[in-house]
DNA sequence: ATATGACTATTTATTCATATTTGGTCAATC
DNA sequence: GATTGACCAAATATGAATAAATAGTCATAT
């Protein structure tokens, strides 16, 4: 490795904590003040740079706020991928969907997302409605939603398309329903993706009596291009990060 | 039955015939045009009577809207109960869930109201937050599993609070997803009811064998309370249209 | 080369005056 | 007595003109 190349990482590793730096302080702020009523010069006040070092890292506002979400995104993906790899049932379809509820319960802007909360996302809401990248990530759930099934681990007598429905309505329910409770009929974080595991577990999982070779190797399927996924996703916001 | 009480009829009648006239124009347009753009004068001129004779049935605006509501409540109630009686296993709890989103589906107005759609109920979504009749009928429902429970017709190994949680998650989500999902996933509405009763029926009534007597019994409460509830609903409508 | 913050061109909020619409009333009419 | 629609006050929309806030730039400093 040359000293240029050197020197090159260094200042890089310099500009990708920065970088983090002021995201760390956008997230604190949109979540304050929400998206409309945060602007630049509060991000670069708190973050301790000036303006211009700002529009050094990001080309506008709106880019700065989306690589934030695309930050949330990457680290609740590593998170979820933590926490289903500690748990031997984590890659079954109840298990993805509690371990995901669980991570989006503990971080405020995913929630805020998921939910559509304009106090929060504001006008970010509008633009960009990105339909292709959620197309995407369908197409990609519905073939694991594939696998599952050619390893027995989800009912055969429903076509794909209906339990992806249902999966998605339960997932968004559960969530949805959180704050149209009254007093007296809530429920605690951790009572609801149990709830929302079970639900799943008894509607798309059946009482299928699962062979421990098919779960393995589920798993590892899952681990696998979980691990891959997330990996190239860090590596593609590390870059976008310079 | 004297001469004075048989006018009093006639005229009552003709009275209330054309409150269900001024609410129907009400309805028609406040589903075009939303809420905040529908005008009492315009009510006036479709329904082909002064804006005064209005002011001769309710007191205010939003008195002839939030009456428009409750007759499309007490309607629906109705046409559920009549869906309900027609099907055996009407009275369970997949019965009433399927049946109920069916009568909703074909009410846009229903629809509107539950999805909360701003386009359609402005500014009545607002004022009036009624949490009480909400309440209500939540504990109404808790009776109700509660009669399923001590039948058998639920599952006993979950507690009433969470079963209540499970099936309005499940309710709300299967209706919220279907303007969320993307070209080519979503799904017809009779596809849409039929999954929604067999993800209820997975998760809150298990695969207990139904007992007929215990069927009967209620189906029989259940229509009882739904005769009584119904015909008391749309005694109070017709009183409160004079 | 990097970072800064004063600077500017837009955007957004505010104000105020005017015009239009509209909820609700009530004297006149049927 | 029931119904009407002209009428009024209040609310709402429109627009101009001004002020304030803010995104993004760039000459200068480090």
Redesign the pocket.
Known sequence: MSRDENIGRK?VS??VE?AHRILDVAAALILRWGY??????DVAREA??????I??HW?????LFRALIRRERVDMAEEVKQSISQDPMGATLRGILKHLALVIMKRPLMKALLLRDLDVIGKLAHSGNDTFAYMEKLTGFNSYLETLRDHGLIRADLNLKAQMYIFNAIFMGFFLTMPLMPEGFTLSDDEIADLMAETVHCTLEGNLSISADDLKAVSLAFMQYLDHAVAAAKEHLQQELQ
Chains 1, 2 share one sequence.
């Open positions: 200042d310099k500009r920065r409309n009523k945060t602007t630049i010069d301790g740079v000036a303006k211009g070092t529009y050094l080309r506008t506002r709106e880019d």
